[in-house]
């Protein structure tokens, strides 16, 4: 399908002016929106196609609008240690023509750049999982959503000339806006949706890095072990395995946030 997407970004970033500051912060929001216009001229056309149906060069295109934001705050709590924070942030809502948001639209969660705890798209949506069934091998790929939320913090110090440390607490989930045909599958437990036990349907996990800042480059290592998984059930703290079974490596390059 067709994704003609417009884009409006909006970008606040006092970094470079924060040298005598002992915080900065950083704010983007960004709105999408697919298809509106084209759908309007057709319409105003008189094509013959009703909504849901239109086609643009014989293929269907999509609808939706799509609001996203990121806020970060950097403290520099002494001369060699700094506390940074980043919560973010997006819901996206398809109309017209769709009924959900292209693939390469919808939220995931998890990763080097996200909850460490955890594996790329390894949480969520909510804390719905289905009782008896065998997880496949691309289990992972269904767990998106249409509305996130992230937060994180980590505390930054040096160890020795180039090399630094962290320690950091991610937390976090995707949910789902609709409910799907899926939804009320048998043996299914929890929600696919942001529900009144919104707090316990949050990831969390927490670990340290290591992170080597060569200037022009920063090769990073971080250790993160999950605390909290929404899916799991039982208690809050409710890690099953072992404890190095449930350790998440990531090498990255560059900082989180």
Avoid at 155 to 164: E, K, M, Y
């Amino acid at each position: 399908q067709f994704v003609p997407q417009l884009q409006l970004s909006w970008t606040y970033d006092n970094a470079p002016s924060a040298t005598l500051r002992r915080s900065s912060q950083y704010l983007n929001v960004t709105l999408s929106e697919a298809g509106g216009l084209i759908d309007l001229l057709m319409g105003e056309f008189g094509t013959h196609r009703k909504q849901g149906e239109r086609q643009l060069f014989f293929q269907p295109f999509s609808q939706f609008v799509k609001l996203t934001a990121e806020m970060r705050n950097l403290w520099h709590l002494t001369d060699h240690l700094d506390l940074a924070s980043r919560l973010m942030g997006g819901i996206g809502y398809a109309y017209g023509n769709s009924e959900e948001l292209p693939y390469a639209e919808t939220f995931y969660i998890g990763g080097p750049n996200s909850l460490r705890g955890f594996p790329v798209r390894g949480v969520g949506p909510g804390n719905f999982f289905i009782e008896g069934m065998q997880q496949g091998p691309y289990d992972y790929l269904n767990r998106v959503g249409d509305i996130k939320l992230e937060g994180n913090i980590e505390l930054r110090f040096p160890i020795a000339g180039s090399l630094n440390g962290a320690l950091f607490v991610d937390a976090g989930n995707v949910w789902l806006s609709k409910t799907t045909s899926d939804y009320m599958a048998f043996g299914s437990h929890g929600s696919k949706h942001p529900t009144s036990e919104f707090l316990s349907q949050l990831a969390l996990d927490s670990g340290l890095g290591l992170r080597l800042d060569m200037g022009m480059l920063v090769l990073r290592f971080d250790v993160g072990v999950p605390l909290h998984d929404p899916m799991s059930g039982g208690g809050y703290f409710n890690c099953q395995h072992a404890f190095f079974r449930n350790l998440g490596y990531n090498l990255a390059v560059g900082y989180p946030f």
